[in-house]
T-cell receptor, first 116, second 111 residues
Framework: AQSVTQLDSQVPVFEEAPVELRCNYS??????LFWYVQYPNQGLQLLLKYLSGSTLVESINGFEAEFNKSQTSFHLRKPSVHISDTAEYFCAVSDRNQTSGSRLTFGEGTQLTVNP | KAGVTQTPRYLIKTRGQQVTLSCSPISGHRSVSWYQQTPGQGLQFLFEYFSETQRNKGNFPGRFSGRQFSNSRSEMNVSTLELGDSALYLC??????????FGSGTRLTVV
């Protein structure tokens, strides 16, 4: 069984400030790790993912996340946020076993609010 | 390239009725999965279909069912609707296990 804990349900920050959204996971098997973003009244958009290789992964809009196997964490960071980054962010894991398919286990979500 | 398409976007049903939601995956994606999103329970996995076969199932009652057609399109059915079934239902498709692409969802309200 897998579980994901997002340590902060709400994170308010000012525009141009750095931000970190924390995610820890628990799993008895090797996992893939994901961050999704959800804007109001929309579905989930894949922000970035860790599948293998370099433990630091980056998105096209300035977010990055680092896989830390020893601490079972996958925290999301951005050095300077914009108003448009206001959204809910979800951390998710899936089993690397192919027969488990695309089943994702999500965290509870973190509402990031960027204030002017 | 078209994304994952879910229809309808909004739906209002009466308790006790049944409902069918539709999902068209990205072309070439053979895996379709369904999730329920509610404020109280968050995002929960319902089931996944791959090549017309249910490959995984979450912890939902038998009132929730699904199927996948030969063109990979999928439907989800909920029978005997309850007030607690009000939720955003999300469909996602993927070519493999590397991160599904989600649709915009169907907002179901049970009154």
């Amino acid at each position: 069984a897998q579980s994901v804990t997002q340590l902060d349900s709400q994170v308010p920050v000012f525009e141009e400030a750095p931000v970190e959204l924390r995610c820890n996971y628990s799993s008895s098997v090797s996992v893939y790790l994901f961050w999704y973003v959800q804007y109001p009244n929309q579905g989930l958009q894949l922000l970035l993912k860790y599948l293998s290789g370099s433990t630091l992964v980056e998105s096209i809009n300035g977010f990055e996340a680092e896989f830390n196997k020893s601490q079972t964490s996958f925290h999301l960071r951005k050095p300077s946020v914009h108003i448009s980054d206001t959204a809910e962010y979800f951390c998710a894991v899936s089993d690397r076993n192919q027969t488990s398919g695309s089943r994702l286990t999500f965290g509870e979500g973190t509402q990031l609010t960027v204030n002017p | 390239k078209a994304g994952v398409t879910q229809t309808p976007r909004y739906l209002i049903k009466t308790r006790g009725q049944q409902v069918t939601l539709s999902c068209s995956p990205i072309s070439g994606h053979r895996s379709v999965s369904w999730y329920q999103q509610t404020p109280g329970q968050g995002l929960q996995f319902l089931f996944e279909y791959f090549s017309e076969t249910q490959r995984n199932k979450g912890n939902f009652p038998g009132r929730f069912s699904g199927r996948q057609f030969s063109n990979s399109r999928s439907e989800m059915n909920v029978s005997t609707l309850e007030l607690g079934d009000s939720a955003l239902y999300l469909c996602a498709s993927s070519r493999w296990s590397g991160g599904p692409t989600f649709g915009s969802g169907t907002r179901l309200t049970v009154v």
